[in-house]
């Protein structure tokens, strides 16, 4: 397995492109499932999520070919060849339970393995099955698997009020889906706003689809008989975006994010120039200049358009190197503070107090070896390592193969000493 290796205590400086939102692309990729017609999808990160989903469709009869750059996929799927999406896929990626409402609208039937746990938390998928039922669709779990079919006798799902008891991105995306294909009128309460629901909404719009109330908390959906392909270009990502404003923050150095939108990630920037960090925009590309001392602040997760629980990590990496006392409070998962055992290894001074973590700042931070349990808190610790004297081995690299695009390459183009060793 691969691991990182940082020298840190270089302020960063330059330029970083930022990618598509793998958050956004992989249910993008599975709306390929509601069409015969080719979906072709540009700005989409190369990714190891990206792939998974990839074999995932392929497995249902996608046809997928990459532009050279891999950054353009062409998605076909003439016919659904299966419409069982396998253990060894989903346990690899909770996202692969995005096929289920595109499957069980196109073909009438679908079963998909239970994502099962993950480190994050339990992270149970009940409400996308419950929004799928009221859609008329049937539901039966048996064996690790769960089955949602169209009634006999019935072509197609049939509209529905559904509410969402509570915030889902996922949940919101599969029903969104299965909607698109539904006899009638859907509408969908308590959706989530994150940018990646208004992208899909988008790409099925230009696939024939009638939806509207787009970054609202309800969306209205006027099913169609049929969708056709479409080209559609993946949002940026806003929590690398995030991730790299966090990066030129903790290293007090001065870095110019490209290809990306500053709206995207409003809260994140606030509680940025709250701490001192200035930071400038224009309309495709912010710029993050931080001086020596930056002031604690404290940050609560929450469903967009609040502060993002992908970035929690990251900013709690940020506090170690603030002035006084930042308290952390997660909301959205219950289990997201594996990264604060392995901040203390580089000397960070953190108490968890239930969802609340305490971050007492300005400690002087030196390398270590770490390792984390998942994405953002991996990427949390090669921040902290780029701020830390000396030098961090950050282990268990595959997590952030997942997620962030040729990391060590472009933070590497800003000046920081980060390397790959291959095979640890
Ligand atoms: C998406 O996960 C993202 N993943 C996550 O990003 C992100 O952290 C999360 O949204 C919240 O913003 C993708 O988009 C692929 P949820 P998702 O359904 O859709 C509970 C990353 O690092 N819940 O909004 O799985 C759930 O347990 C990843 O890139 C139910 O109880 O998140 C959680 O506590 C990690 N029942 C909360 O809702 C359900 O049926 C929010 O989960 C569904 C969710």
């Given amino acids: 397995m691969d691991a990182i290796r940082i020298h840190g205590g270089v302020p960063l400086k330059g330029e970083i492109p930022i990618s598509g939102a793998k958050n956004a692309a992989l249910p993008l990729m ?29 497995q249902h009869g996608a046809e997928i070919s990459r532009s050279d750059d891999g950054h353009t996929l062409n998605l076909h799927v003439g016919a659904i060849t299966s419409t069982e999406a396998p253990y060894d896929l989903v346990r690899k990626m909770r996202a692969s339970v995005l096929v289920l409402g595109p499957l069980v609208a196109r073909e009438g039937v679908a079963r998909v393995s239970l994502p099962g746990g993950c480190a994050i938390g339990t992270r149970p998928v009940d409400l996308h099955l419950k929004a799928l039922s009221a859609l008329g669709a049937e539901i039966e779990m048996a064996n690790g698997y769960v089955e949602a079919r169209i009634p006999a006798g ?175 409070t997660e ?17 960070a001074d953190v108490n968890v107090h239930g969802a609340s973590a305490i ?27 780029l701020a830390a004297a000396g030098e961090t081995t950050v282990n268990r690299v595959y997590h952030l193969d997942r997620g962030y695009e040729r990391l060590e390459e472009k933070l590497a183009a800003c000046g920081a000493r980060i390397e790959r060793i291959k095979g640890v």
């Fill in 331 to 347: 909301t959205i998962f219950e289990n997201r503070f594996m990264h604060v055992p392995e901040l203390g290894r580089f000397g």
């Fill in 359 to 385: 971050v007492r700042g300005k400690v002087d931070l030196t390398g270590a070896p770490v390792m984390a349990t998942d994405l953002r808190a991996s990427v949390s610790l090669v921040l902290t390592g």
């Fill in 154 to 328: 019935q072509k197609r799902l049939k509209g529905a009020h559904f509410t969402f008891p509570m915030v889902t991105v996922g949940g919101t995306e599969n029903v969104l889906m299965a909607a698109a294909l539904a006899e009638g009128e859907t509408v969908i309460e308590n959706a989530a706003r994150e940018p990646e629901i208004a992208d899909l909404a988008e790409c099925l719009i230009a696939m024939g689809a009638g939806i509207t109330g787009l970054g609202s908390g309800t969306l209205k959906v006027q099913g169609v008989e049929s969708l056709h392909g479409a080209h559609h270009s993946v949002v940026p990502d806003r929590i690398e975006t995030g991730t790299y404003a966090v990066a030129a923050a903790i290293t007090r150095g001065k870095l110019k994010l490209t290809n990306t939108r500053v709206d995207l990630l409003d809260s994140v920037i606030d509680a940025m120039r709250q701490t001192g960090v200035e930071v400038r925009s224009d309309e495709t590309s912010i710029t993050v200049t931080a001086s020596d001392r930056l002031a604690g602040v404290d940050v609560m997760t929450e469903p967009y358009p609040g502060f993002p629980t992908d970035m929690q990590a990251q900013w709690m990496a940020l506090m170690t190197t603030a002035d006084g006392a930042a308290m952390v």
């Fill in 30 to 58: 599975a709306a390929c499932l509601l069409t015969d017609e080719p979906l072709v999808l540009s700005n989409v990160p190369a990714l190891a999520d990206i792939k998974t989903m990839s074999a995932l469709l392929q």
